[in-house]
């Protein structure tokens, strides 16, 4: 269920049966030198529409763009600076507390996002409190990335091991080629070169700026064996971790 094909009876019509919606969020930046632009966001799409068809939940159109801005010394990268995301990210869920939605679930798929986002979050929740609020918010709201659901971390772990990486990584190509097969399909490609252990930074894309990044990363894979991909572990990896997210998403709506 789609929010955008939707109307607001119909929404309003939902509302009077279920209180939650999930909401993609990723990123348009590069995916080194065969995986698409859109990777991140694609992933979070394909896994939450997975979920919202097969459980009559609504999903609300997919944030594309994310903080990529250590991204932007490869063609194609589009980011937003983190300030711009919180507000968007604090905006749109203002609007659907707003609107009678009161489970928000944020379904990521970049690191880099993980920081803004929870600072929007906190944004809302900040201007409550503020206002001096008495009785608690009925609002909740949930962010969890796709990788964190727990059958599909160990589908990539079990297939990938220390090839998947942290960027680029197989998982998620593989993911992009079982949801958008006309337009990345099996590829060949050696294993990028492993930098020393004091020159690999990660840790929720903790990057420094874009020209250090790509020296360090010069085809712009952390790590990451993309070509191991396939379509069937990408198929298998949406359906473990749309299973996973029904589960998650029902312990979400059902706490107090």
Not at 83 to 101: E, R, W, Y
Not at 207 to 235: N, Q
Request: glycine share 8%.
């Amino acid at each position: 269920m789609r929010l955008e094909l939707m109307t607001s009876p119909a929404v309003e019509a939902y509302l009077r049966t279920k209180p939650g919606i999930v909401i993609p969020v990723g990123a348009t930046e590069q995916h080194g030198p065969d995986g698409l632009i859109g990777t991140d966001h694609l992933c979070a799409e394909a896994i939450a529409r997975r979920f919202g068809e097969a459980h009559g939940v609504v999903v609300a159109p997919t944030i594309a763009y994310g903080m990529s801005q250590f991204h932007l010394g490869f063609a194609g990268t589009i980011t937003l600076r983190p300030s711009t995301l919180i507000a968007m990210v604090h905006d749109i869920i203002a609007s659907l507390a707003a609107t009678g939605f009161t489970r928000l679930y944020i379904l990521n798929g970049h690191g880099g996002n993980l920081a803004p986002v929870r600072s929007a979050v906190q944004e809302f929740y900040a201007a409550l409190s503020l206002a001096g609020g008495k009785v608690p918010s009925p609002v909740h709201c949930r962010l969890k990335s796709w990788w964190e659901m727990p059958s599909a971390d160990a589908l990539r772990k079990t297939l990938y091991g220390e090839q998947e990486g942290y960027h680029a990584t197989p998982s998620e190509v593989a993911i992009t080629m079982a949801s958008h097969p006309d337009h990345i399909t099996p590829f060949e490609r050696p294993a990028p070169r492993q930098p020393s252990h004091d020159g690999l930074l990660h840790a929720g894309d903790n990057y420094y700026d874009a020209a250090d990044y790509k020296a360090r990363y010069p085809d712009g894979r952390v790590i990451s064996h993309s070509a191991l991909a396939t379509c069937e572990a990408g198929e298998k990896l949406i359906g473990l971790a749309a299973d996973d997210l029904a589960r998650d998403f029902a312990m979400f709506c059902a706490a107090t």
